[in-house]
Every structure is written in C-alpha cells, then in structure tokens.
C-alpha cells in the first residue's frame, strides 16, 4: 500500500533518459507518419520534447505506483500495437506531463474511462520528476476546470487528490 502523499520527487538516472527518450523519438515518428507535424497546441512546445517529457513520465510514475509502463509505442504498420495505445499508460493510470511549474492536469474530451486516475507529473529543467497528484477522469471533467480556448478540462495542482 502506497502512503498518501503528493510532490513526490524523482530523479531518474541516465538510462531511464535514454529508454524514454527511444520510446518518445518512435512515438514522434510514428505521429509523423500518420501526419501528425504540429506542434502539440496545448503546450505551444515541440512534439518531440512533449513525447520524451510523456515517456520519462510514465516511466517514474509506473515506478512509484509498482505497475508495469506500457510504453505506448504505436506503429503505423501495426494494427495490434494501435489497439495497445488505448490502454492506460501505467497500470490503470494515465499520466499527464507538464514542464511548467504551475502546470495544470489536462483531461480531453476524448479521454473517455470516467473512472481512470488522471496523475500529473512535472519534469523539472534539471531532469527531476515531481509526482504533483491525481484525479479521475470523471472528477476533473466538471465546467468548473473547462476552458473552450483549450477544448480541455484544466484541473489546478491545488485541486488534485493524493498520489
């Protein structure tokens, strides 16, 4: 059993880098080939530092809850590796990746398993992770945190539950 906390810090090492910066460059390239060349519009930042950002995510997080990382690798030749992308990105979690300090947890109207916990992980300029908290999907999709400039619920950190 996990004690109850939040503002979990994790440092990951060296090769925890270079495993999610491999898993988040085949992401990348895998939403190249299906077209995917924007910018990623919610956080204004490249795609590929918000794949890497996601990966080294879901790697500390899928260690801290003890749960197998799924990876979420997608090839576009693959049509069992697309049915994989729609599982949780750890054990029943789905992680959000922020590089901002005050960073929000962002849920799309597309995120549809209400009763999926939402975790909101920071990667800090300096490599650390920072476990913020969590909240069910259900939970954070509420007008309250709905913003129609963003098409996204945009839960605040002060709102988020225990890890």
């Known amino acids: 059993m996990i004690a109850a906390r939040r503002n979990v810090t994790v440092t990951p090492s060296r090769l925890d880098w270079m495993m999610a910066g491999m898993v988040g460059v085949a992401r990348r390239l895998t939403g190249r080939a299906r077209g995917l060349d924007q910018d990623n519009a919610n956080s204004g930042a490249s795609n590929w530092n918000t794949e890497i950002n996601g990966a080294i995510a879901e790697l500390v997080a899928s260690r801290y809850y003890g749960v197998p990382w799924e990876l979420g690798y997608v090839s576009p030749l693959d049509p069992v590796s697309r049915e994989f992308f729609k599982k949780p990105d750890c054990g029943p979690y789905q992680v959000r990746a922020t590089d901002y300090r005050s960073g929000h947890l962002i849920v799309r109207p597309n995120d549809n398993d209400m009763n999926a916990p939402y975790v909101l992980v920071i990667v800090e300029p300096g490599g650390d ?10 939970d954070a999709r509420q007008d309250p945190y ?6 996204s619920w945009w839960v605040p950190q002060s709102d988020l539950e225990d890890l």
């Open 146 to 151: 709905w913003r129609g400039d963003k098409n």
């Open 129 to 138: 992770c920072v476990l913020v908290g969590r909240k069910k999907c259900r």
